[in-house]
């Protein structure tokens, strides 16, 4: 009797993968799964306390308060930048020289290094200084941001959407420039009213890429940790603490691993859990099959 | 409905220009009767779309005039022309329901509600939609989607012009043919003014009263789908039309002889007066030369059999004068043997063309 043999030698082949996913991804995140368990006095003595730090988050007000920032900025970025780059987007010239002077001009914020963006703004809104404080200190406008928090928060959301418009910019655009020609002519002969064009051609069309754009610009809103770092450090008081400042306040100013650790996961899962929430909202949008007539 | 005049119409992609290389549509001058069903056939990129778009305001022509019912339109937007086309790839609104997408032309114009729904239903039963109506558009086929142009396309009564841009390219066969007669239904039901650009000639053909034939930016000729395969006026038209295309070969001419090769035939019109330096040639469709045998003296030109394509109904017969190939189009071959033959011309279907212009001469 012949026994076919499995060939298992395949399983070798996917071992450079694994390793390195191991190292970058498995490893770092269960280190972190060990310190959210236990409890440390320092000289590297460890001790075993359950699920105690995930405790004490869930009920603490510290945390409560960083969420509800957090959530209450990617809310905010979301709804000034998506529509304002899908506005930009369509006003963009489709062809000539006007396409590449865009391009670059909105690509050229992308290229500044967060704290360099931070250290701009720092500098830009200062009021002894800076061109933008002064300028509205002289106007009589009271704009401090170092004491107040709405400046606070106002300087830091517009330096977000000066930062980041050009993402949701150039998404939109690349989506806007894939509509085949033949729709706007199509749009004409029916005789569509640009609100139509808009509505029944444009964004339908963009919706991918928009898709694209909100799952990046939540994300990367979601763990802002650079600029409101170096603009604010998180002032004045705790108004512009954000989750990831917060974090490494407590893991690295407060030192206290095992706390930080626990946070960390809880940060890593709601962001997942948000992602994906999106994805499946945004991706079921175009598919459901509606009923009504005219 | 109404009759569609251009006027000096020429237009160049690039603006303005004295090169008269530069216009994708050399100067032409046409009018399309109201309720006429009209092809326009041509090869890829002689200026069929753009003579389209011009009549339906997509495009405006660099020179010239377009009226409708004698009224200049030239500066128009399409939206106020009262003009529907259809395109070569569907065109539907993704998000839209097929009923939705058939009553948008309607919708956008102000209709009711009670006006719209009978008007789409009895649409969409004339095209084979109406079970798909409540769908979404995105999920049906290509073929499904191009019929939802086409409804848009037809929705609308009242429209000057109906224009069709190679719109059945990407149907199957099958569904082309019962399209395409639906197509005629619709026209001589409503009495739409129709033009129908493609590159296919059957479809051509088959569609229209008269046919409009383009060549590099020019109409060469314009007539009955019988007058394009009788008398052809270029050359062009004659190698276009017909499948194989007909036979153009360079010859001498004196009187009512004609010279291939220093082989005479006998026409049945005399052509005097031509210039001496002009290029002559002879046209005739495979369909009108017959092979007899070898041994038949005298009569015809000495041929060489090179290949027979047997293709069903008929044999196309490639047969070679020395250089020179023509196609003969042959139901039987019974009584040919070896692969020589003598090649006969039916002299009252041989064109003679000058300067690739057909000239007609005396009856003799």
């Known amino acids: 009797m012949i026994v076919k043999q499995t060939n298992q030698k395949a399983w070798f082949m996917v071992l450079p993968v694994f390793l390195v996913v191991a190292f970058s991804a498995i490893i770092p995140l269960m280190t972190v799964v060990n310190y959210s368990v236990q409890d440390t006095f320092g000289n590297n003595q460890f001790f075993w306390v359950g699920m105690d730090w995930f405790k004490d988050l869930i009920h603490s007000e510290r945390f409560h308060s960083a969420f509800l920032r957090q959530l209450m900025f990617s809310g905010i970025i979301l709804l000034i930048e998506i529509p304002l780059g899908i506005v930009i987007a369509l006003a963009m010239p489709k062809k000539g020289w006007g396409v590449p002077v865009c391009l670059i001009s909105m690509a050229l914020p992308l290229l500044i290094p967060w704290n360099v963006v931070g250290t701009i703004w720092q500098i830009f809104g200062r009021v002894d200084i800076g061109l933008l404080g002064h300028t509205l200190a002289s106007l009589g406008i009271n704009y401090n941001y170092t004491q107040d928090p709405i400046a606070a928060w106002i300087t830091i959301i517009i330096m977000d959407v000066w930062h980041w418009t050009s993402l949701v910019v150039l998404l939109a655009y690349a989506g806007l420039c894939s509509i085949p020609d033949a729709y706007y002519q199509a749009a004409k002969i029916d005789g569509a009213s640009r609100l139509s064009v808009f509505r029944y051609i444009q964004l339908p069309k963009m919706q991918r890429v928009l898709l694209i754009a909100i799952l990046l610009r939540f994300m990367d809103s979601f763990m802002i940790y650079t600029e409101p770092f170096v603009i604010t450090g998180g002032g004045p008081g705790n108004s512009t603490t954000f989750m990831s400042i917060d974090l490494v306040k407590m893991a690295i100013g407060q030192f206290d691993l095992g706390p930080a650790a626990a946070m960390s996961l809880v940060y890593f899962l709601v962001i997942l859990l948000l992602c994906w929430v999106f994805y499946t909202v945004m991706s079921n949008i175009g598919e459901e099959s509606s009923n009504g007539g005219a | ?364």
């Not at chain 2, 290509?142 to 142009?149: E, P």
């Not at chain 2, 053909?205 to 020019?218: C, H, N, P, Q, S």
């Not at chain 2, 047969?319 to 196609?327: A, D, K, P, Q, T």
């Not at chain 2, 020589?340 to 009252?348: G, N, P, Q, V, Y």
């Open chain 2, 1 to 364: 409905m109404a009759k569609v005049t251009l006027k000096e119409i020429a237009h160049s992609y690039s603006g303005f220009s004295e090169n008269p290389d530069d216009y994708a549509l050399k100067k032409l001058d046409l009018t399309w009767r109201d309720g006429g069903a009209y092809a326009l056939l041509g090869p890829s990129g002689c200026g069929k779309t753009t003579l389209l778009n011009i009549i339906s305001g997509l495009l405006t022509p660099t020179k010239g005039q377009v009226l409708f019912n004698d009224q200049d339109v030239t500066r128009l937007p399409t939206e106020q022309r009262n003009i529907a086309q259809i395109f070569q790839f569907p065109v539907i609104y993704d998000t839209m329901t097929v009923f939705q997408n058939l009553a948008f032309p309607l919708k956008n114009r102000g209709r009711t509600k009670e006006e719209i729904e009978p008007r789409v239903i009895e649409l969409a039963k004339m095209l084979g939609l109406e079970k798909d109506l409540y769908t979404k558009a995105q999920h049906l086929t290509a073929d499904a989607k191009q019929k939802i142009s086409l409804g848009r396309g037809l929705i609308r009564q009242s429209v000057n012009a109906i224009l069709f841009d190679e719109p059945l390219t990407v149907i199957d066969p099958q569904l082309k043919w019962e399209l395409r007669s639906q197509l005629k239904f619709l026209h001589k039901k409503f009495g739409f003014t129709m033009i129908y650009v493609t590159h296919d000639q059957t479809e051509a053909l088959t569609f229209a009263d008269e046919v409009i034939v383009m060549y590099e930016g020019e109409i060469v000729q314009v007539g009955t789908p019988e007058a394009l395969f009788e008398r052809p006026e270029h050359t062009f038209v004659g190698y276009f039309i017909g499948s194989p295309g007909m036979n153009i070969v360079p010859c001498r001419l004196q009187g009512h002889r004609a010279t291939i090769d220093g082989h005479e035939i006998v026409l049945s019109q005399s052509y005097e007066n031509i210039p001496v330096d002009a290029r002559i040639e002879i046209g005739v469709r495979p369909e009108y030369l017959r092979l007899a045998p070898p041994n038949s003296e005298g009569e015809g030109l000495p041929v060489q059999i090179i290949k027979v394509d047997d293709i069903g109904r008929y044999k196309i017969v490639r047969v070679g004068l020395n250089e020179r190939i023509f196609n003969v189009v042959m139901t039987e071959l019974s009584g040919m043997t070896g692969d020589t033959a003598r090649l006969l011309f039916d002299i009252d279907h041989t064109n003679i063309y000058v300067n690739a212009q057909l000239i007609t001469g005396e009856k003799r």
